[in-house]
């Protein structure tokens, strides 16, 4: 993609920057209304926030507690939206609320009846109140001591990394260009108006200047420091706040439903949500004073989720039950800017003195409508020629109808019969890359070949979910990961030497340790080489 930044005739209408929910959101937004529209991500699309969610589409249960009516009903008719155009990746999700005090039942009933109401004819089911032991039934694993019964409710549940990769591919499908490890690093100005950026493409050491009529700002958790290229004096607008996950396996809570807890010691909500045969289960909420691309969970965080959880499960999980633990980091708006286009308790749109579009806040159930939001503002601020937004129709790459979410390869959609033939031609490729692990050779093959993906990390942790559920089994995979990528990019072992070491580095800061699994980690590469 790096050939059409040279023939680029002129300047082009809108250049963003970030790839992850928010940016690739408006790069699909921008391409399908006729706009030239290129995309820089510093790293690998969704390698912060984006990738890190609890995997939700969702309207936002404490929301409605919190009474923020408006942002409910926008969030449920756009889970409602993502769910018709990307029926592969979205499922309906059933969720109980276990009560064990006499008006939990009442009270959380009556809430979520008018949460379907809000969903109207985009609802995905209605509640409904379940005795004991039909609660039992769903949830067998729950503490059956002091069970009144719960409430079940309907939600969406995605993978979030596979959406980003398939709203990258739409965005090009649209003739965007999009670029991963493509980070920005300053920007270009006429008499103190924004004019594009400087770009460096950090994977061939090349520097390019980008003139564009818009530019975007939709970095996240890195909004402030775009910010500060624009104007040293900028006062930050985000606050940090760290959520933490752990993943255990599907034992702890077998069956299809998820378990919602509306009010923890510290206020959240928590989740424990089935997902590729694990259960996710968080979040936490911990202000931190930096945005670091690759955030660790603190100590405290972990026991805080497990000594939570463990007063709903008969089982009580023990960090050795830990498969993985992630951290990602919400872009929390803390200031408007200086010169505000659209505004929300969800996400903020500002306009600087200088042009520059920065649009942050929100989650991934409402990127579609941030994406419309921002590119509206962009049409306005920069003179582009009127345009509407089309993609509340608009299927994403792979949308097809899945009545299997347990299925082999599902989340791919109309991409499967594609990678089915590279197995056809090679029959190796349907092996798994490990006996703990739900994928196989082909999906990496593909991930490098059709889905920009460039590092043994991009494909363990992004184009395949393997780092998030099992950490240590990553690990393990990863000599023979970086293998079939190198001979498919044509590397030579040098770099699969220095990929292997980049991603061990990374992938112990998922695992919960034992002082022995640095040596296991080094006898487990010798095996792969």
């Not at 009903?73 to 059933?94: C, T």
């Not at 990394?161 to 490890?181: D, G, M, P, W």
């Not at 390869?409 to 349907?430: P, V």
Request: aromatic content about 8%; overall charge negative; charged content about 25%.
């Amino acid at each position: 993609m790096t050939a059409q930044l040279g023939s680029q005739d002129g300047p082009w209408d809108v250049c963003i920057i970030g790839g992850g929910a928010t940016g690739l959101g408006a790069a699909v937004d921008a391409a399908s209304r006729g706009y030239k529209t290129i995309l820089l991500e510093q790293f690998d699309f969704a390698k912060g926030t984006s990738s890190r969610s609890t995997k939700l589409v969702h309207g936002g249960v404490r929301y409605l507690q919190q009474g923020n009516i408006k942002l409910v009903m926008e969030a449920l008719h756009e889970r409602g939206i993502l769910k018709k155009n990307a029926p592969h990746l979205v499922k309906n999700q059933s969720f109980i609320v276990p009560n064990y005090k006499w008006w939990e039942g009442p009270f959380y009933g009556i809430g979520l009846k008018i949460y379907d109401w809000m969903s109207g004819s985009l609802g995905l089911g209605p509640s409904q109140f379940l005795s004991k032991d039909e609660t039992l039934q769903r949830a067998p694993t729950l503490d059956a001591e002091g069970l009144k019964g719960s409430v079940l409710y309907h939600d969406g549940q995605f993978d979030d990394a596979r959406l980003a990769i398939n709203l990258a591919q739409t965005a090009s499908e649209n003739k965007a260009v999009v670029l991963n490890y493509f980070p920005v690093v300053g920007l270009l100005k006429q008499h103190e108006k924004i004019t594009g950026v400087s770009a460096h493409d950090s994977l061939n050491d090349k520097k390019y200047e980008i003139k564009a009529k818009a530019i975007i700002n939709a970095t996240g958790v890195f909004t402030d420091s775009i910010l500060k290229m624009d104007d040293d004096a900028s006062a930050p607008v985000i606050s940090p706040s760290q959520g933490v996950h752990i993943v255990l396996d599907k034992e702890f809570l077998p069956g299809e439903s998820a378990i919602m807890v509306p009010h923890t010691d510290d206020g959240r909500v928590l989740f424990a949500v089935p997902w590729h045969n694990k259960i996710i289960i968080g979040t936490t909420d911990t202000p931190v004073e930096t945005a670091s691309p690759e955030p660790v969970a603190m100590e405290e965080e972990i026991n805080f989720i497990l000594e939570q959880i463990g007063k709903y499960l008969s089982k009580i999980p023990t960090r050795s039950d830990i498969r993985s633990v992630f951290a990602g980091l919400r872009p929390l708006v803390k200031a408007s800017g200086k010169k505000t286009a659209a505004l929300s308790r969800d996400h903020l749109i500002a306009v600087s003195d200088s042009g520059l579009i920065t649009i942050t806040g929100g989650k991934w159930t409402t990127y579609r409508r941030m994406a419309e939001d921002v590119i509206d503002v962009a049409i306005e601020k920069s003179g582009l020629a009127t345009s509407k937004c089309n993609t509340a129709d608009l299927q994403i790459h792979g949308a097809q109808q899945t009545a299997d979410f347990s299925a082999p390869l599902y989340y791919y959609g109309t991409d499967i019969e594609k990678i089915t033939s590279l197995i056809e031609k090679e029959k190796t490729l349907g092996e798994a890359i490990h006996p703990n692990l739900p994928y196989i050779k082909a999906e990496i093959i593909w991930a490098v070949k059709h889905e920009m993906c460039m590092t043994v990390e991009d494909a363990l942790s992004r184009r395949t979910r393997a780092l998030l559920l099992d950490a240590q089994a990553a690990i393990e995979c990863a000599p023979l990961v970086a293998f079939l990528m190198a001979k498919e990019m044509r590397k030579d072992d040098d770099w699969q030497k220095n990929q292997i070491e980049i991603f061990n580095e990374l992938a112990k800061k998922y695992v919960v340790t034992d002082k022995d699994r640095p040596q296991k980690l080094a006898e487990s590469e010798k095996e792969f080489i």
